[in-house]
């Protein structure tokens, strides 16, 4: 009997170890798990503490080697020449359109592809999952190879030179928007939608009062994919609207800040830097969705 408790008090001393081991192996995992999101985090935001910095700056100093990230000579000039309106170029027209333009498209897009990741998740059809399937291939073609099409279309449908090209393709909701959506809509639980049924409820009541309700987290998720790409094309706009000075976006405006001695650089950052910020605030009022409708789309029930 003493003889194995010996045995015991010896082991406890290697099991202690092992144990600390362990633990010094978690901490150093996780402390070099964090260097390396800060050293990405920060790799990330250099390009826009550039772009911060360059609005700032006089012309002369913003070419200079080594790079001065702290302006020598602060000045708030390319802020004052980005508002100042000309005949050319108007920020705050190129907002408007921007915001007119994308925000109904988007909010429209949104709901047409709950309405068929509703149904790819919660009806059964005849070849339901196949459809699907052919659906979601569309994902792996590039824009790039559609773009030609598509531009000869709209062409021959008279939509170039107004926002109907830009609009209407988004209203129908996009392939990953109808995936990320039933991927969500897959984790809802079907006892919810059963027990509806019994009190006479039909799939379109349930859509609205059972799904979208608690959809909510990657439905303003899409939201936020579809309003960035949206806002920050540059591509569509300047394929489509190539006359009427007043249909042009934000993105077309700043890009049109130059004159006859070349790019103004500061005053396009410093347009950079004020269309920055729709985009910050939309993210930081709808962060909890976002990360939530993002780490449960994959989840089924």
């Known amino acids: 009997m003493f003889k194995g408790t010996n045995n015991t008090l010896q082991a406890l001393p290697n099991n202690l170890s092992e144990q600390r081991k362990r633990k010094i192996k978690r901490i150093l995992y996780k402390i070099f798990l964090y260097a390396m999101l800060v ?8 390009p826009f503490l550039w772009m911060l910095s360059t609005s700032f700056k ?32 108007n920020l705050w027209i190129g907002f408007r359109n921007t915001i007119i333009m994308v925000v109904p498209s988007t909010i429209v897009g949104v709901l047409t592809a709950a309405l068929a990741a509703f149904s790819f998740a919660k009806i059964q059809f005849p070849g339901r999952d196949k459809i699907f399937f052919g659906f979601v291939a569309t994902m792996a073609i590039p824009g790039i ?4 099409p598509s531009y000869m279309l709209y062409n021959k449908l008279h939509w170039t030179n107004t926002w109907l090209p830009l609009m209407v393709p988004g209203m129908f909701g ?12 897959l984790g809802i639980p079907s006892s919810l939608e059963e027990a509806a049924k019994v009190d006479g409820m039909g799939w379109w009541g349930i859509f609205w009062k059972i799904e979208v309700p608690l959809s909510m987290p990657v439905l303003i998720t899409n939201f936020m994919f579809g309003f960035l790409g949206g806002y920050n094309d540059y591509t569509g706009p300047m394929l489509y609207l190539t006359g009427k000075m007043e249909l042009k976006t934000l993105q077309q405006m700043i890009s049109m800040l130059n004159d006859t001695a070349g790019t103004k650089w500061g005053v396009q950052m410093a347009g950079a830097c004020i269309a920055t910020l729709p985009t910050l605030f939309l993210y930081l009022f709808a962060q909890r969705y976002f990360v939530e409708g993002i780490s449960f789309s994959g989840v089924k029930e």
């Open 145 to 148: 190879i559609t773009m030609i």
């Open 174 to 185: 996009g392939a990953s928007a109808i995936f990320f959506t039933r991927q969500f809509m």
């Open 39 to 46: 050293l990405g985090g920060f790799i990330f935001l250099l």
């Open 58 to 89: 006089e012309y002369k100093e913003i070419f200079t080697v080594p790079i001065s990230w702290i302006p020598k000579t602060w000045t708030l000039k390319n802020y004052e020449e980005l508002f100042a309106a000309s005949e050319y170029v």
